[in-house]
């Protein structure tokens, strides 16, 4: 028997992981996949505080500001002094798996969840290791595997991500001529209520697209402003951008994905995945040395999380609703007015890919114009 169980080796369950290994906790972790970062979901960027709580020699390029492309077309380049990672993603997973698995977790591959069941004193998981039928028990399961979790939809029936959008990205074979700028387009020839992008990683660049309903000409308009690069690896999938209402249960916790805790302005899981997880540890250790795995004990997690970035979700996710709204036409005079000197200067200053609430609001404050935009967008509503 192992003390916990963790469902997914990405970088929530890895983090968890590490944390109560390092505790001295017999972890198991199953992983689907025959190895950890595959299929790569991401475009990998990151701040400052997720290398930090790492160390990953994964990072292939830092960036320092953004190219923002408008409905007609122009744009506005904006820029900060410090620095956005864009990291090789499967490595950077696979270098978080690592930290767990050097503190001390058993980690299996090609091994997939069947089934879960809590009962009595313990959790009981099934499930297949290279085609064979296996089963282990544990005081308590998290549930790190991702936006279809099957963990959720076994212990959490009725619970639901409420808004997800869909994701479509490739590496091209093509070198960015500024490397050290993201680019970001948005408008109705980009993405449904969300935004396309292209990120410089070196030799190669992600270009992708996400939104409410995907649309293959989405994509080529932004692939199209790139020599027609070969394409390398393609990925998608779904991408919830609303966290889900209770996170924990009865010996059971959801991290990362699985419980919606994703940034909604950005898609961006990385960071607040590996908040969750290591908010799930805490809360884990604190049950074990209570002897309490109960619901009512459990639900200190969900309130942890929120408390360190559930009011930052979910200013964002009032905020993405409000864009998700707007049209061509409004997008673009919002451009032309963050073209003017002062509002860039606020978006330099205070522009933070983990928190970006706080230069959201500054935005307003300067330049209230915006939120007639916002609030009464023209044509017709795009996203959901």
């Not at 935004?195 to 660049?205: E, K, N, R």
């Not at 000197?341 to 522009?351: A, P, V």
């Given at each position: 028997m192992y003390d916990f169980i963790i469902s997914g080796a990405g970088p929530s369950g890895s983090y968890a992981a590490y944390i109560l290994s390092r505790s001295g906790f017999r972890v198991l972790q199953l992983e689907e996949h025959s190895s950890v970062g595959k299929p790569v979901e991401c475009t990998g960027l990151v701040s400052k505080r997720v290398i930090e709580m790492t160390g990953t020699g994964s990072i292939v390029n830092k960036v320092h500001g953004a190219h923002i492309y408008f409905p007609d077309d122009s744009s506005i380049h904006i820029g900060k002094e410090e620095e956005t990672y864009v990291l090789e993603r499967d490595r950077f997973d696979q270098d978080v798996s690592a930290m767990a698995t050097g503190a001390g977790t058993f980690l299996k591959l090609n091994s997939k969840v069947n089934d879960i069941k809590v009962s009595g004193e313990k959790v009981t998981v099934t499930y297949r290791e290279n085609g064979n039928m296996r089963e282990d028990l544990a005081y308590a399961i998290i549930g790190a595997d991702g936006a279809n979790s099957l963990t959720r939809k076994i212990l959490f029936p009725g619970q639901r991500i409420e808004r997800m959008v869909s994701a479509y990205q490739i590496d091209g074979a093509t070198n960015m001529q500024d490397q050290d700028s993201v680019n970001v387009y948005l408008g109705s020839k980009y993405s449904r209520g969300f935004?396309?992008?292209?990120?410089?990683?070196?030799?190669?660049?992600r270009i992708g697209t996400a939104g409410f309903g995907m649309?293959?000409?989405?994509?080529?308009?932004?692939?199209?402003?790139?020599?027609?690069?070969?394409?390398?690896?393609?990925?998608?999938?779904?991408?919830?951008?609303?966290?889900?209402?209770?996170?924990?249960?009865?010996?059971?916790?959801?991290?990362?994905?699985?419980?919606?805790?994703?940034?909604?302005?950005?898609?961006?899981?990385?960071?607040?995945g590996m908040v969750s997880g290591e908010k799930a540890a805490e809360t884990l250790i604190k049950a074990y040395e209570n002897e309490d795995f109960s619901e009512k004990?459990?639900?200190?997690?969900?309130?942890?999380?929120?408390?360190?970035?559930?009011?930052?979700?979910?200013?964002?996710?009032?905020?993405?609703?409000?864009?998700?709204?707007?049209?061509?036409?409004?997008?673009?005079?919002?451009?032309?007015?963050?073209?003017?000197?002062?509002?860039?200067?606020?978006?330099?200053?205070?522009?933070?890919?983990?928190?970006?609430?706080?230069?959201?609001?500054?935005?307003?404050?300067r330049s209230p114009s915006i939120m007639r935009h916002v609030i009464f967008p023209k044509r017709d509503r795009i996203g959901k």
């Open positions: 935004f396309g992008w292209a990120a410089p990683a070196g030799d190669l660049s649309s293959r000409e989405n994509f080529k308009n932004i692939y199209g402003k790139f020599s027609n690069p070969s394409k390398i690896t393609i990925t998608g999938g779904p991408i919830p951008i609303s966290s889900l209402h209770k996170t924990s249960g009865n010996r059971s916790i959801l991290v990362g994905d699985a419980g919606g805790i994703v940034k909604p302005l950005s898609g961006g899981g990385i960071y607040t004990f459990l639900e200190t997690y969900h309130r942890s999380w929120r408390s360190s970035i559930g009011k930052e979700l979910s200013r964002d996710l009032i905020v993405q609703k409000f864009f998700a709204r707007i049209g061509d036409e409004s997008l673009t005079a919002m451009g032309r007015k963050l073209q003017k000197e002062n509002i860039r200067r606020i978006i330099n200053e205070l522009g933070d890919i983990d928190y970006p609430s706080k230069v959201v609001m500054q935005v307003l404050i």
